[in-house]
């Protein structure tokens, strides 16, 4: 017989609690998306209220919150994903009201609810909306279920959405006339001070860090269009970023700090010498264009097992609060909706912030609810104030956020009419301890095997992308679009790989992960980007420095 030890294929990750409420610093532009929702809320709630119809709120509400996304986007781009969340958001609100002019069947209504939410939750992460994600989308069509329609008012209601979604488009467009090259600044600067942050410490981290920065700055650069005349500096200054990564010892780290603190406000550009004159050809350009866009079944494969999760924990997370009597089983399928992250620890960590921050909005409401029953007007200025102070605080912590929140979605039930405290801060707590716990459940049912197989992918992405590199910068003149195309290729497979990674490392039961081959590989995709850099004539001199 063998004495050999049998291998252990799997293993059980234990679920961390530590750090889990830790506040964070805040995002450089927090109050832009809390002044933006404030900017498109107003105007329709104070209108209907003028009017004697604040009861049709929760249906402009629905285009208002569009305001929330897209902060990050340069303005070009910020164009198109505003319309297409407006699009999205109104479909969405179309189809729940529709199924609720046709059906008074609350389990049919949870399940279409569950769905709605699965695909919200797949198209989001596909496309990579960024903040809040799905849970806006899956928040309105789930309370819009519930209400009581008739299929002659579906289009007057949806009409309402769309015009607010509107207003929240100019709103989310109108800072791009004073500051018009804004997210793309800070994206740059965002590069730099990563950049900064490795060529000091030279860890593992950083560099991962400083990678996803610069990824994302060229991201930033490339969405704006056309190559004018603004932006040709800013690549410049991605490109001194790269530069540093490729020799961080011949780095100044505060120079690069210098240039990422001038790019705030609306301040000249500053102008790094360029180094080896590509930085003046549109390479970036002609590379992305060079590139094929991931097919769709490509991009949503791998989101199939969150899709699942959320379709099965909303679904009976909704089904439990139905079976206990909870009146509004929508905020039991929302919460269950807003946990979902990428893995099973992500996942418990914002269920856990999910049910602090609920819970303490539920002292907050009990707080502010005499102050919003003296007055519908008094209702409206309450529910502006804690949307302004949700977004204000939820970059800080997921649960900070949600204490503001709780009270203003229970404020936003009582446009319609005022009901009793008690009964609206009791079923909040319900639903929200069904949602979160019962989805955090099916988080754990529905295992993500696909998670070990995207690291394989990953990682021969990343074997392909170097030898592509390596075969470009072995010719004794390289073509430059081919390199930077090469470069760009390896850059992408390289954040990707560190992405499946970390979503790997945090699914509960999963096979052995092979760590050290993807470390080996990061380092192995990072030296051949230093390379291809200085290939490229990108690299300072010697006795220069950045």
């Known amino acids: 017989m063998s004495s050999e030890i049998p291998r252990t294929t799997s293993r059980v990750h234990p679920l961390p609690l530590a750090g889990i409420l830790r506040l964070g610093r805040p995002s450089d532009?927090?109050?832009?998306?809390?002044?933006?929702?404030?900017?498109?809320?107003?105007?329709?709630?104070?209108?209907?209220?003028?009017?004697?119809?604040?009861?049709?709120?929760?249906?402009?509400?629905?285009g208002s919150l569009c305001a929330l996304y897209?902060?990050?986007?340069?303005?070009?781009?910020?164009?198109?994903?505003?319309?297409?969340?407006?699009?999205?958001?109104?479909?969405?609100?179309a189809v729940a009201l529709t199924a609720a002019s046709?059906?008074?069947?609350?389990?049919?209504?949870?399940?279409v609810g569950a769905l709605l939410a699965a695909l919200q939750k797949a198209l989001c992460d596909a496309t990579r909306i960024g903040p809040p994600g799905n849970v806006i989308f899956a928040f309105i069509t789930s309370a819009s279920l519930f209400a009581p329609q008739s299929p002659g008012q579906v289009p007057a209601h949806v009409a309402l959405a769309a015009a607010a979604g509107g207003w929240s488009w100019i709103v989310g467009m109108a800072p791009g006339l004073l500051r018009p090259h804004g997210p793309e600044r800070r994206a740059v600067a965002q590069a730099l001070n990563a950049a900064a942050a490795f060529a000091e410490s030279g860890e593992a981290p950083a560099r991962a860090g400083a990678a996803a920065a610069v990824h994302n700055a060229w991201q930033s650069l490339l969405s704006t269009g056309a190559r004018s005349a603004a932006r040709r500096p800013l690549e410049r200054l991605v490109v001194r970023a790269e530069v540093a990564m490729a020799a961080?010892?011949?780095?100044?780290?505060?120079?690069?700090?210098?240039?990422?603190?001038?790019?705030?406000?609306?301040g000249p550009l500053p102008r790094p010498a360029d180094s080896g004159g590509t930085a003046?050809?549109?390479?970036?350009?002609?590379?992305?264009?060079?590139?094929?866009?991931?097919?769709?079944?490509?991009?949503l494969g791998p989101l199939a097992p969150l899709a699942l999760r959320t379709a099965l924990g909303c679904a009976l997370a909704g089904y439990v609060s139905l079976a206990l009597g909870v009146g509004r089983p929508y905020w039991a399928l929302v919460t269950a909706a807003s946990i979902y992250q990428a893995n099973v620890t992500l996942t418990w960590r914002r269920g856990v912030q999910r049910i602090v921050g609920n819970l303490a909005g539920v002292v907050v409401f009990a707080a502010v609810a005499p102050v919003a029953h003296a007055g519908r007007f008094a209702l409206v200025v309450c529910c502006l104030a804690l949307n302004f102070g949700a977004e204000a605080l939820i970059g800080r912590n997921y649960w900070l956020g949600s204490v503001c929140v709780t009270p203003m979605a229970l404020l936003i039930s009582e446009f319609a009419r005022y009901q009793e405290p008690g009964g609206l801060m009791a079923d909040r707590v319900l639903d929200t301890l069904i949602g979160a716990l019962v989805g955090f459940v099916a988080a754990i049912a529905v295992t993500n095997r696909r998670a070990g197989d995207r690291i394989e992918h990953a990682l021969a992405a990343v074997e392909r992308a170097r030898g592509v590199a390596s075969g470009v910068m072995a010719a004794e003149h390289p073509e430059p679009r081919a390199l930077e195309s090469a470069r760009r290729e390896l850059a992408s497979a390289v954040t990707d790989l560190r992405a499946a990674a970390d979503a790997a490392a945090g699914e509960w039961w999963q096979r052995a992960l092979p760590e050290?081959?993807?470390?080996?590989?990061?380092?192995?995709?990072?030296?051949?980007?230093?390379?291809?850099?200085?290939?490229?004539?990108?690299?300072i001199s010697e006795g220069s420095r950045v």
């Open 102 to 111: 046709l059906t008074a069947n609350a389990v049919v209504l949870v399940t």
């Open 29 to 62: 532009i927090w109050f832009k998306p809390a002044l933006s929702v404030v900017a498109a809320v107003a105007p329709p709630n104070l209108t209907l209220l003028a009017v004697g119809r604040l009861d049709l709120a929760v249906y402009t509400m629905a």
């Open 248 to 266: 961080p010892d011949d780095t100044e780290p505060e120079r690069l700090r210098v240039w990422a603190r001038a790019l705030r406000g609306t």
């Open 280 to 299: 003046d050809r549109p390479l970036g350009v002609e590379a992305e264009l060079d590139h094929p866009r991931r097919p769709w079944r490509q991009t």
């Open 516 to 539: 050290e081959r993807v470390l080996r590989a990061e380092r192995a995709g990072h030296r051949t980007l230093a390379a291809a850099v200085r290939r490229q004539g990108l690299h």
């Open 70 to 93: 897209a902060h990050n986007r340069p303005y070009a781009a910020r164009a198109r994903v505003l319309a297409l969340v407006v699009l999205g958001m109104v479909g969405g609100l």
